[in-house]
Protein backbone atom coordinates (compact mmCIF):
# COMPACT_ATOMS: atom_id res chain seq x y z
CA UNK A 1 0.00 0.00 0.00
CA UNK A 2 1.78 3.56 -0.69
CA UNK A 3 -1.50 5.82 -1.25
CA UNK A 4 -3.06 7.49 2.12
CA UNK A 5 -6.37 6.05 3.24
CA UNK A 6 -9.39 7.03 5.41
CA UNK A 7 -10.65 4.59 7.76
CA UNK A 8 -14.06 4.81 10.06
CA UNK A 9 -13.98 3.87 13.27
CA UNK A 10 -16.94 4.42 15.39
CA UNK A 11 -16.28 4.89 19.74
CA UNK A 12 -18.42 6.46 21.85
CA UNK A 13 -21.21 6.32 19.58
CA UNK A 14 -19.48 8.94 17.01
CA UNK A 15 -18.02 8.29 13.67
CA UNK A 16 -13.86 8.84 13.41
CA UNK A 17 -11.64 9.50 10.22
CA UNK A 18 -8.63 7.99 10.69
CA UNK A 19 -6.02 8.70 8.28
CA UNK A 20 -3.58 5.88 7.56
CA UNK A 21 -0.38 7.31 5.76
CA UNK A 22 1.98 4.08 5.09
CA UNK A 23 5.72 5.17 5.37
CA UNK A 24 7.81 4.04 2.52
CA UNK A 25 11.31 5.26 1.65
CA UNK A 26 13.13 5.80 -1.15
CA UNK A 27 16.12 3.73 -1.98
CA UNK A 28 18.86 4.71 -4.54
CA UNK A 29 17.90 4.35 -7.93
CA UNK A 30 14.53 5.56 -7.72
CA UNK A 31 12.80 2.62 -6.09
CA UNK A 32 11.02 2.83 -3.32
CA UNK A 33 11.01 0.49 -0.37
CA UNK A 34 7.69 -1.08 1.59
CA UNK A 35 8.42 -0.67 5.60
CA UNK A 36 5.16 -1.54 6.90
CA UNK A 37 4.83 1.03 8.67
CA UNK A 38 1.42 2.99 8.98
CA UNK A 39 1.33 6.40 10.65
CA UNK A 40 -3.00 6.91 12.14
CA UNK A 41 -3.85 10.60 12.73
CA UNK A 42 -7.61 12.31 13.43
CA UNK A 43 -7.09 15.18 11.83
CA UNK A 44 -4.17 16.79 13.64
CA UNK A 45 -4.25 14.33 16.69
CA UNK A 46 -1.16 11.64 16.37
CA UNK A 47 -2.66 8.10 16.96
CA UNK A 48 0.72 6.27 16.89
CA UNK A 49 1.68 3.81 14.00
CA UNK A 50 0.68 0.37 13.73
CA UNK A 51 4.08 -1.73 12.60
CA UNK A 52 3.35 -5.29 10.76
CA UNK A 53 6.28 -7.88 9.87
CA UNK A 54 8.13 -8.59 6.66
CA UNK A 55 5.42 -10.58 5.88
CA UNK A 56 2.11 -8.35 6.99
CA UNK A 57 0.82 -11.21 9.45
CA UNK A 58 1.79 -9.90 12.87
CA UNK A 59 1.56 -6.28 13.90
CA UNK A 60 2.08 -3.65 17.09
CA UNK A 61 0.07 -0.62 17.65
CA UNK A 62 2.78 2.01 19.16
CA UNK A 63 0.11 4.33 20.14
CA UNK A 64 -0.40 5.78 24.09
CA UNK A 65 -4.11 5.22 24.84
CA UNK A 66 -5.94 7.05 21.82
CA UNK A 67 -7.25 3.76 20.62
CA UNK A 68 -8.03 0.33 22.25
CA UNK A 69 -6.20 -2.60 21.18
CA UNK A 70 -9.63 -4.02 19.68
CA UNK A 71 -9.68 -0.41 17.81
CA UNK A 72 -6.18 -0.94 16.37
CA UNK A 73 -7.00 -4.50 15.62
CA UNK A 74 -9.57 -3.42 13.54
CA UNK A 75 -7.43 -0.54 11.68
CA UNK A 76 -4.50 -2.87 11.04
CA UNK A 77 -7.48 -5.43 9.75
CA UNK A 78 -8.30 -2.74 7.02
CA UNK A 79 -4.95 -2.04 6.29
CA UNK A 80 -3.82 -6.27 5.79
CA UNK A 81 -7.38 -6.71 3.65
CA UNK A 82 -6.39 -3.55 1.17
CA UNK A 83 -3.02 -4.58 0.98
CA UNK A 84 -3.97 -7.79 0.01
CA UNK A 85 -6.16 -6.30 -2.78
CA UNK A 86 -3.29 -4.54 -4.16
CA UNK A 87 -0.43 -6.48 -6.04
CA UNK A 88 2.71 -5.13 -4.71
CA UNK A 89 6.35 -6.14 -4.02
CA UNK A 90 8.63 -4.98 -0.99
CA UNK A 91 10.01 -2.42 -3.83
CA UNK A 92 8.45 -0.80 -6.49
Do not use: C
Not at 28 to 55: A, C, H, M, Q, S
Not at 65 to 73: R, S, W
Amino acid sequence: MTDTLNYYLYKDGEEHMITITPVNQNIPGGDLYITGVFRLNEGETDLGDIVFDDNMNQWEYTGMGDLTHEQAGEIAGYIQATNKSTPHTDVL
